[in-house]
């Protein structure tokens, strides 16, 4: 490898899945995995197999099928490492990720117990031999392991490289160094890198990593420090999600690198062309939604609203814009298919998209997309990204809706029938509400026996015109938990329905994968 390299470790699905709100089902992570190795990241990190079975397979199903360096996650123990290995054992090329805890902040809040010793110096060493004798557990699995030292942002230098020196002497070959609390300046993240360098025994040996959180708005920049400082691994995630304000953005990193290669002589491996399909792709499936100002895949980012700026563009494309729409794979036309269109056609851009279709698939979204043809003139890319989402969700498919009927208008109450399909039973209902989406809501709840809090409920159109399609997406909150359901149509009260519904299905298998009560519906359980 080449000294100025820099190592792209994408934990889209572990750590970005960690956003509040966000939850993909297995099928998702493996369309997902698919689609980073097209983007050429280096390492994917997979999941945390340890935390639930449906991560543990999520984990499997990517080591199996996905041509990269996939990494698995585990805290600094060994039953945590045994199932991340368990998981990781189908890749050819596996790395197996434990971290400890190095602060003060959290050895102290976290590992308050006696059992870690009874002041803050018992601890700490305690950690150290914890954070040793994990590394050594891994490696006796793979050679490939990465140490991360968590909050190393606000860990005292001189701890930190002895901890960092351990996991080295243990075996590391990669050593991360998280600001996990997004708390670090840039200048002051690089003098922690450089201080490093110096001051542990054998650095050379591992690989210095970065993971930054972006609660100061700073991960991009502490990453860029960073990198400068020797750095030569950045862990990222698509459109900058994961816990909090999230992570360091892996598009906005990447084209800092290849717009400012004036200043800075690093590079990726990253196809920046499949940045876009990508990030569209993460974003139809978590439900999170990218903020139009976004920097590079934001709806704005390459839009002159004013006139000033217009003329300017016009005349000479760099007066305003630092990069080509086209140089992070943004289509300059995405209308792509009409009622005309055959099954090749749209196999083929499913493809460009970066959908691995199946057969089965292929058959149902067509079905879909003829349907849809038929209500709009043009369909666009999202249209398809969204008909693509819609089928992959399936397989959670346990509440279907068969059926609805609203009537709703100035002087009248508005009222809903509903007929749902549960496992193969018919459960039918009507009921009014304050409006058609609250009468849909009230229906689909008298139907199951079922009372739900609706903690957010967002509607918008997927493309423009009156005969666009409208995506729902709906969430719902059981105990401290909260579901994400999405559902789209080109109407929107059968939107909400079927994304209430694909709540109800998220929760009813969060439920059957942690309940002892596996075999109960979710009225029972709720
Ligand atoms: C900075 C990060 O992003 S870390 C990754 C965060 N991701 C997740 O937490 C994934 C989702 N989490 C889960 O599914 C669960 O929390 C699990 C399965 C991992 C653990 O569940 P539980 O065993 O019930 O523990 P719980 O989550 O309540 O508490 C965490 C435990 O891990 C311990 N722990 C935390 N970090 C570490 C570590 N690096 N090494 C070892 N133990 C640790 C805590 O001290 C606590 O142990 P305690 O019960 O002895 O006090
Ligand atoms: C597990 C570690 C790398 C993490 O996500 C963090 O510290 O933010
Ligand atoms: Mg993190």
Redesign the pocket.
Known sequence: MKDNKILIFDTTL??GE?SPGASLNVHEKVEIAHQLAKLNVDVIEAG?P???PA?FEAVKRIAEEVDCIIAA?S???EK?IKAAAEALAPAPRKRIH????TSDYHILG??G?ERYGKTLEEKRRTIIK?SYD?VAYAKTFTDDVEFSA?DAGRTDIGYLAEVIEAAIEAGATTVNI?D?TGYTLPFEFAAKIAELKKRVKNIEKAIISVHCHNDLGLAVANSIAAVQSGARQVECTINGIG?RAGNASLEEFVMALNVRKDLLDFYTDINTKEIYNTSKMVSAFTGLLVQRNKAIVGENAFAHESGIHQDGVLKSRETYEIMTPESVGIPKNNIVLGRHSGRHGLKVRLQELGYKVTDEELQNVYKAFTELADKKKEVFDDDLRMLMGDEIQKDNGIYELEYIQVNAGTNLIPNAVVKINYNGEIYSESATGDGPVDAVFNAIERALSINSEVESYQVRSVTSGREAMGEVIIRIRSGNKSFMGRGISTDIIEASAKAYLSALNQKEKYLNQTSPKNNESISEVI
């Open positions: 572990r750590d960690q945390f340890i935390s639930s991560q996650l805290r600094a123990n945590d434990t971290f400890s805890s976290k590992f117990h914890m994990a968590e998280p996990t816990e």
